[in-house]
């Protein structure tokens, strides 16, 4: 309905050598589903973290909102034991409905600061934009800060 760019799957190819040849896996790490709340329309973008108990994921899936009849995202963690099968653990960015953040949370990135044992996400987000030119949107940066948590910790 937007036009948004977006991800739909999410793999990775493995190789012997950094000049390959690569081989992809048969089948996406991630992928969009019609049947899912939170990602029926596509993944979004996804920062891969690995951490002391496996992998945690951020992702900014996008998903039909059938209230407002329009697309939406949502910032999500996800967990994996292997780095391959990861499981929706919480929403750590709901969909906002007003202001500079109320289109789309488009991307995201984290680094743990050990000195302050706390995780910072930085993420990018658009508004809903100006009634005359509705594909004229505002881009602004965000900063959420999260305490370690037992699953989601550094090595």
Not at 94 to 101: K, L, M, N, V
Not at 115 to 130: L, P, Q, R, V
Request: charge should be negative.
């Amino acid at each position: 309905d937007t036009g948004q760019k977006c991800t739909e799957y999410f793999s990775y190819a493995e190789s012997d050598t950094i000049n390959g040849p690569y081989i992809p896996l048969k089948s996406p790490i991630m992928a969009s589903d019609p049947d899912s709340r939170w990602s029926n329309l596509a993944l979004g973008s996804i920062k891969i973290l690995p951490c002391a108990q496996g992998f945690a994921a951020i992702r900014c899936s996008f998903f039909f909102d059938e209230e407002e009849r329009r697309s939406r995202s949502v910032m999500m963690l996800l967990t994996s034991e292997d780095g391959i099968k990861f499981e929706e653990k919480r929403i750590l960015m709901p969909p906002i409905r007003e202001g500079w953040a109320s289109r789309y949370i488009t991307s995201c990135d984290a680094v743990y600061r050990s000195e302050e044992k706390a995780w910072y996400c930085y993420f990018s987000a658009n508004d809903m934009g100006n009634g005359d030119h509705p594909f004229l949107v505002r881009e602004s940066l965000g900063l959420l800060i999260g305490a370690e948590r037992q699953f989601f910790h550094a090595e």
